[in-house]
C-alpha cells in the first residue's frame, strides 16, 4: 500500500511539473505571438493581462486539485481499477474514443459549468469571472471547488468508461492547450464550422461568456447552450464579424501586423 501511495504521488508531481511548466512555457510565448496580431483580439478595448500575475498565482494553486484529479484517473487505468476491460485501440477505433471522450467531457462541462453561476455554487466561480478579457493565463485561474468540480471528469469518467489510458492522456493534452487558447482572447476559429447550423464554438464564443457571464457555458461545442437555451443570442454575428475583421485586415494591410498597446 505505501509503495501504491508514493507512486500515486510522484504520478501526481509529474503531472503538476509538465501542465504548469507547459501553461508558462505557451502562455508566455502565445503572449509574444499575439503582439503581432491585434485585428484578432476579441475586446480590443481591454487589457487583460493586467491580471497576469494574480491568475498565474491561482493557477499555480488549482492546478494542484486539476493534476491530481488527471493523476488519480490515470493510476487507477494503468493499475486496473476500472469496472470494465478498455476496448481495443486500432486505427479507427482510438479517433472515435477520443471524440467520444471530447463530448462527454463537454456535457459534463456545461452541466457543473452551469450549476457555478447558480446559488450556493457562484462563490466558489467567481474568481473565474474576475477576468472579464480573459486571456492565455486565465484558463486554470479558479478555486480549488471549480477545478474538482470541472476536471473530475478526468478521475471518475475513466474508471466507468472503457477509453483505455492513451486516450485519456491526448484527450488531456488536448484540453490543456484548447483551454488556454480558448481564453486567449484572440481568434482562432471563427468560420462555417463555428456558427449556426454547426456545432463547434469558436474563441469568441468563451470570451462572450467571461464578458457576458450567463450565456455560452460549454466549451467545445454550442450545441448544448443551442439545446438548453443558453447560447448568446448575438453570438452568430459576432463570430461572423470577428471572421470578417481578420480576413479584411489580412488583405488591407497584405500580411502586415501592428503591435499591441503594451500599457
Given at each position: 500500500?505505501?509503495?501504491?501511495?508514493?507512486?500515486?504521488?510522484?504520478?501526481?508531481?509529474?503531472?503538476?511539473?509538465?501542465?504548469?511548466?507547459?501553461?508558462?512555457?505557451?502562455?508566455?510565448a502565445?503572449t509574444?505571438?499575439?503582439?503581432?496580431?491585434?485585428?484578432?483580439?476579441?475586446?480590443?478595448?481591454?487589457?487583460?493581462?493586467?491580471?497576469?500575475?494574480?491568475?498565474?498565482?491561482?493557477?499555480?494553486?488549482?492546478?494542484?486539485?486539476?493534476?491530481?484529479?488527471?493523476?488519480?484517473?490515470?493510476?487507477?487505468?494503468?493499475?486496473?481499477?476500472?469496472?470494465?476491460?478498455?476496448?481495443?485501440?486500432?486505427?479507427?477505433?482510438?479517433?472515435?474514443?477520443?471524440?467520444?471522450?471530447?463530448?462527454?467531457?463537454?456535457?459534463?462541462?456545461?452541466?457543473?459549468?452551469?450549476?457555478?453561476?447558480?446559488?450556493?455554487?457562484?462563490?466558489?466561480?467567481?474568481?473565474?469571472?474576475?477576468?472579464?478579457?480573459?486571456?492565455?493565463?486565465?484558463?486554470?485561474?479558479?478555486?480549488?471547488?471549480?477545478?474538482?468540480?470541472?476536471?473530475?471528469?478526468?478521475?471518475?469518467?475513466?474508471?466507468?468508461?472503457?477509453?483505455?489510458?492513451?486516450?485519456?492522456?491526448?484527450?488531456?493534452?488536448?484540453?490543456?492547450?484548447?483551454?488556454?487558447?480558448?481564453?486567449?482572447?484572440?481568434?482562432f476559429?471563427?468560420?462555417?464550422?463555428?456558427?449556426?447550423?454547426?456545432?463547434?464554438?469558436?474563441?469568441?464564443?468563451?470570451?462572450?461568456?467571461?464578458?457576458?457571464?450567463?450565456?455560452?457555458?460549454?466549451?467545445?461545442?454550442?450545441?448544448?447552450?443551442r439545446?438548453?437555451?443558453?447560447?448568446?443570442?448575438?453570438?452568430?454575428?459576432?463570430?461572423?464579424?470577428?471572421e470578417?475583421?481578420?480576413?479584411?485586415?489580412?488583405?488591407?494591410?497584405?500580411?502586415?501586423?501592428?503591435?499591441?498597446?503594451?500599457?
Amino acid at each position: 500500500m505505501a509503495a501504491a501511495i508514493l507512486e500515486f504521488l510522484g504520478l501526481w508531481v509529474l503531472t503538476y511539473v509538465l501542465v504548469f511548466g507547459s501553461y508558462l512555457a505557451f502562455g508566455w510565448a502565445f503572449t509574444a505571438w499575439s503582439q503581432r496580431h491585434p485585428e484578432r483580439k476579441i475586446q480590443p478595448k481591454r487589457d487583460g493581462q493586467k491580471r497576469r500575475a494574480k491568475e498565474i498565482r491561482a493557477s499555480a494553486r488549482s492546478l494542484i486539485v486539476t493534476c491530481g484529479c488527471f493523476a488519480g484517473g490515470l493510476f487507477c487505468m494503468l493499475n486496473g481499477w476500472t469496472l470494465f476491460e478498455p476496448w481495443a485501440l486500432t486505427w479507427w477505433s482510438a479517433p472515435l474514443m477520443f471524440g467520444a471522450s471530447v463530448i462527454l467531457f463537454d456535457g459534463w462541462f456545461y452541466l457543473v459549468h452551469r450549476l457555478g453561476h447558480t446559488g450556493p455554487f457562484m462563490k466558489y466561480h467567481v474568481l473565474h469571472h474576475q477576468s472579464v478579457a480573459p486571456t492565455v493565463w486565465s484558463n486554470y485561474s479558479d478555486t480549488f471547488f471549480d477545478a474538482f468540480t470541472q476536471q473530475g471528469y478526468f478521475l471518475i469518467v475513466p474508471l466507468i468508461v472503457p477509453f483505455g489510458w492513451p486516450i485519456l492522456v491526448a484527450h488531456r493534452i488536448f484540453d490543456h492547450f484548447n483551454g488556454m487558447i480558448g481564453h486567449s482572447g484572440f481568434e482562432f476559429a471563427a468560420g462555417p464550422s463555428s456558427r449556426t447550423p454547426w456545432p463547434l464554438a469558436s474563441v469568441t464564443f468563451h470570451d462572450m461568456h467571461h464578458s457576458t457571464f450567463n450565456y455560452n457555458y460549454a466549451n467545445h461545442f454550442s450545441f448544448w447552450d443551442r439545446v438548453f437555451g443558453t447560447i448568446h443570442p448575438e453570438y452568430d454575428h459576432r463570430c461572423a464579424a470577428m471572421e470578417e475583421q481578420i480576413a479584411t485586415s489580412g488583405k488591407s494591410d497584405g500580411g502586415a501586423k501592428t503591435p499591441l498597446p503594451t500599457s
